[in-house]
């Protein structure tokens, strides 16, 4: 990660805001840029240097932390996260009314304050890899015309030398990674709400691809569509069982088994015949 993480505290007791400063400086991914007594001194600083993250007591003379985070609501734009930190359980709902990144409750022990940190250095990592996305994605438009994934999958056809080994593979987006699977090692897919979960012998990726974008970019003497919402690999199929309404369950090598409805049927009279 290339950015540290910036780290304001707000807290009307002394001892409690040094006790978190020193607890916060061991570790190398935040750098505190702010430590406040109070919220109307917090409220002075918090536009200026835009903090990532707040560390914020609820209750405090004069203005409430909870004050804070509606009047950070009101007037502040950007990403900053809220991590309520209170001695009072009470206010455990009001705070997460605010959407709080977190909440601790005091005394709390470093194996709950590292938990906290290592989420929001997830989070931040996360998003960097987003934003260096976005930046090779328009590069790539710059260059090309297509988007990154066009361009990916033009690969399949344009790198000479290479076409056959790039034809057995297909390029998945999953989160903020894209990946290569090699089409051998599909099981089967099926789609998921707006999402395609894809199972692999090497585990299960959920992508956002529609099932008839997922035929247009797959062998599809290979790959056959089993019913509305599945495709599977031919190749890893074990067994084909009959059902009593004309339906077949397709027993896969992965252990799966996969409904091959009536309007599909016709596509596996072949195979059956022969099983």
Known sequence: ????????????EPLAREGLIMRLQTNEHI??????????????TIAQLMPDVIFLDIEMPGMSGIDLARWLQANVEGTCKIVFVTAYREFALNAFDFEAFDYLLKPFADERLEACVGRLIKLQQEGELAQKHRELDELVVSKTGNS????????ETAVPGRVTEMQKTISLKS??????????SIFWIEAAGDYMCVHTQEGTHIIRKTLKQFQGELDSMLFKQVNRSAIINTAKLSKLTPNSNGEYMALLSSGDSVKV??????????LSNHS
């Open 261 to 270: 409805s009536r309007k599909f049927k016709l596509l596996f009279d072949e």
């Open 31 to 44: 750098d505190i840029i702010a430590s406040c007594a109070s919220a109307n001194e917090a409220k002075l």
């Open 175 to 184: 989160g903020t990674e894209w990946l290569r699977v090699k089409l051998d």
């Open 1 to 12: 990660m290339n950015q540290k993480i910036k780290a304001m505290i707000v807290d009307d």
């Open 148 to 155: 990154l994934n066009a361009f990916m999958q033009n690969l």
